[in-house]
């Protein structure tokens, strides 16, 4: 069971960041979906509700997400689905159920960096960069595979690119966690591919643009894969191969 000790909002960043610093016990709180689940105690949770945003506002060129968005919110954004081809929707539709998706929130999902996380997948394929407050902006890609660090995302930016893109996955069974998901987006001769659940981090790929079948081979001997109690390796290698002749195909529809 998780056991809160104290529970702060409080007034500024400088003050949360300062409070996660006092014990490394001590945890930012989102929409605590997943947090709720852990057996541990947690001296101090700091919520940020006051302080983060939880909007998405469009510029010129890019998307500025608000760590506290919900995927809900991330789901149904006109806007940035358009500008999305639906990824965002795509990405997030099959996670437990809307008053899940209601509550959970961007940022816990890019900050937890979970190896299943269908949102990370989703935005790394499409230069998303993030913004501590301490650390400043940084690529996504460089984030996902950092060391864990003792900061504060407080945004997640998506730039405004018009490329055709796609996201698909394999789970097995409704609302389970991804046993591979896969994402990319069409650059002039250039495919960029993100492909999580292998079951670790998600990584990305570049390959050039050829027939189908040649990319999705080529991807399967690039992507390392390992086998855990949702599926082999052999298994999650075979997917590899044929999500992205998925995606690929998806891709075009959209183009
Ligand atoms: C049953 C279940 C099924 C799920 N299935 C999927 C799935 O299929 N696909 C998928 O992609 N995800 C899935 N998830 C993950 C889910 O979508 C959320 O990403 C996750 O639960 C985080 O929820 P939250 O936003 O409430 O964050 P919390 O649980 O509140 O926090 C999560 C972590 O992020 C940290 N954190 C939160 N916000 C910040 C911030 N602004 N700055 C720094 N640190 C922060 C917290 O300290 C904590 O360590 C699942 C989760 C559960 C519980």
């Avoid at 997030?92 to 929130?105: C, E, H, M, S, Y």
């Avoid at 950092?146 to 055709?164: C, M």
């Avoid at 495919?191 to 790929?205: L, T």
């Amino acid at each position: 069971m998780l056991n809160i000790q104290q529970f702060v909002q409080p007034k500024s960043l400088q003050e949360a960041y300062e409070l996660l610093q006092k014990n490394r016990n001590n945890q930012i709180i989102a929409g605590m979906l997943w947090l709720k689940m852990e057996d541990r105690s947690i001296p101090t949770a700091i919520d940020l509700q006051h302080l983060v945003s939880d909007q998405i506002e469009e510029s010129d060129d890019r998307f500025i997400i608000g760590a506290n968005v919900t995927l809900r919110m991330f789901e149904t954004h006109p806007a940035l689905n358009q500008w999305m081809h639906h990824v965002c929707r795509d990405s997030v539709k099959d996670i437990v159920g809307v008053q899940f998706r209601n509550l959970a929130t961007v940022g816990g999902s890019v900050y937890a960096r979970f190896g299943f996380s269908d949102v990370i997948c989703a935005l790394l394929a499409c230069d998303a960069t993030i913004i501590l407050y301490k650390g400043g902006e940084m690529p996504l890609e460089e984030f996902v595979q950092s060391p864990y660090q003792r900061d504060i995302l407080t945004h997640i930016v998506i730039p405004k690119q018009s490329l055709p893109r796609s996201f698909v996955c394999m789970r097995k069974s409704a609302t389970d966690i991804s046993t591979l998901n896969l994402s990319v987006v069409k650059k002039k001769e250039q495919y960029q591919f993100a492909v999580g659940g292998r079951p670790q981090k998600a990584i990305c790929i570049q390959l050039p643009v050829e027939e189908d079948t040649i990319v999705a081979k080529k991807l399967r001997s690039l992507v390392p894969c390992e086998g855990n109690m949702r599926a082999s390796k052999e298994y999650r290698e075979a997917l590899v191969e044929a999500l992205c002749r998925k995606a690929l195909k998806k891709l075009e529809e959209t183009a």
